[in-house]
């Protein structure tokens, strides 16, 4: 099973989970022609693409969905408020596939598990991907807290990858106005590297072995804020790995 972080960040999210030589593109934020040249780099030409899944509907998580779906002949699945909010931007998609908030469904050989995470968005969810071998990855990124459900949901997993997106202070002294303070820092919002970190420490396990830290602001975080802030929770046993805009990080299983 592979994990590869392919774009991660305002300007784009995207990543590929593998697992037997079939895969899911989870979100589809930048063009499809970089994505193909990324995944190329990480040296993942070799997956078989089946579906493209949506955390939500945010430009940043769709915009080459509707070109990579038609180009790979794949169906884009999503819960039914995130399809129904990103009608305009999957126009033409082979197949579209909605999918429980809350549930579990196969793809690409993978039992993959849906849950809710705390956004401003219509019905937006992070996903736990399940190999036959039962090796365990989850995402939840652009939450503006973990909840217990999400907690529970990611408890087990072997990879996480977890959004840690803005300093506290950082943010609070920053240039966003006012309002788009209040955004980020909501409980509908981003999570922060201290909320990230007090939920790591929950979710550290013996069997945890790699962490990404997802979604880092350019302008209210630094990658040394949050590394510093998710080791003081992370096991040692766990790989730290910050991913930075137009970075790409993976792991394998």
């Known amino acids: 099973m592979r994990l590869i972080v392919l774009a991660s960040g305002s300007s784009g999210n995207c990543a590929l989970v593998e697992s037997g030589g079939r895969a899911v593109l989870l979100d589809a934020g930048i063009s499809a022609r970089e994505t193909l040249r990324r995944i190329a780099v990480a040296g993942a030409v070799d997956a078989r693409i089946e579906a493209i899944l ?16 038609r180009r ?7 819960t039914a408020g995130t399809l129904q ?19 579990q469904f196969q ?7 849906s849950f809710a995470t705390a956004h401003d968005a219509s019905e937006s969810c992070g ?3 399940e190999s036959r071998r039962g090796h365990r990855a989850g995402v939840a990124t652009d939450t503006g807290v973990v909840t217990p459900e999400i907690a529970e949901a990611l408890s087990g997993c072997h990879v996480l990858g977890l959004e840690s997106n803005h300093d506290e202070t950082m943010l609070a002294v920053g240039p966003y106005p006012p309002f788009l303070k209040r955004r980020i820092a909501g409980d509908r919002g981003h999570l922060s590297n201290d909320a990230a970190a007090s939920a790591l420490g929950t979710l550290a396990w013996k069997g ?3 962490v990404f830290a997802l ?27 910050t991913i930075e805009r137009n970075e790409i990080g993976g792991c394998a299983l």
Request: hydrophobic residues 50%; aromatic residues 2%; glycine residues 6%.
């Open 54 to 69: 949506l955390t939500h509907e945010h430009v940043d998580h769709v915009r080459g969905a509707r070109v990579l779906a």
């Open 72 to 78: 790979l002949g794949i169906p884009v699945m999503a």
């Open 85 to 103: 909010a990103a009608v305009g931007a999957l126009a033409d998609v082979p197949e579209v596939i909605a999918i429980a908030r809350r549930g």
């Open 107 to 113: 793809a690409a050989g993978m039992r993959i598990s």
């Open 127 to 129: 996903y736990v991907f």
């Open 208 to 210: 945890l072995s790699h």
């Open 215 to 241: 979604h880092l602001s350019e302008q209210n975080n630094t990658p040394e804020r949050a590394r510093a802030a998710l080791a003081r929770t992370l096991c040692d046993t766990a790989a730290l790995e």
